[in-house]
């Protein structure tokens, strides 16, 4: 749809995959809008992340995703970058619609509704960022380790 300005970019994708996506949006009209990048190093990745207005992950309602959320959603809760996802307690279990997510339906529907509402919430981003961070900071590893390593010791007792 025409509309929204939208620059999205896409890492971690194998060049099948890249060559798919690129030339969807081509054929949509839209490759202006759209970067994609194959698998590269984490501090590449980090930097490409730290210019998003806002992070990206739908999961499909399938066994393995009701149990692993996905790291991604811990890494733009902890940089502040709020997140468009979908309906799944995977997701929705950290994340709160309007205040760290925009959160719709898994669908193309619902995925445009959902990058609508962000190009609409624009001048909430520092209040979503602050949040994002707050949140993101239960989960950062000098918060989660004393309570991993307390289970871990367990098993050997």
């Avoid at 995959?17 to 009209?29: I, L």
């Avoid at 698998?39 to 210019?51: L, Q, S």
């Avoid at 919430?121 to 960022?129: E, K, V």
């Amino acid at each position: 749809r025409r509309g929204i300005k939208l620059k999205l970019s896409i890492v971690g994708l194998t060049e099948s995959e890249r060559a798919e996506v690129t030339k969807s949006f081509q054929m949509a009209g839209f490759e202006d809008a759209l970067t994609t990048y194959g698998v590269i190093p984490h501090k590449d990745a980090v930097e490409i992340m730290g210019r998003a207005d806002f992070g990206f992950t739908f999961l499909r309602p399938e066994r393995h995703f009701f149990f692993n959320p996905p790291t991604k959603l811990f890494e733009y809760l902890a940089n502040g970058i709020p997140v468009i996802c979908n309906d799944i307690r995977t997701l929705t279990h950290y994340v709160k619609d309007g205040e760290t997510a925009i959160i719709s339906e898994l669908s193309a529907e619902g995925i445009y509704r959902g990058i609508a509402s962000a190009g609409q919430m624009l001048d909430d981003l520092p209040r979503m960022r602050a949040a994002c961070r707050a949140e993101g900071e239960k989960y950062l590893w000098k918060r989660v380790e004393p309570s991993f390593l307390k289970v871990i010791d367990g098993l050997f007792q």
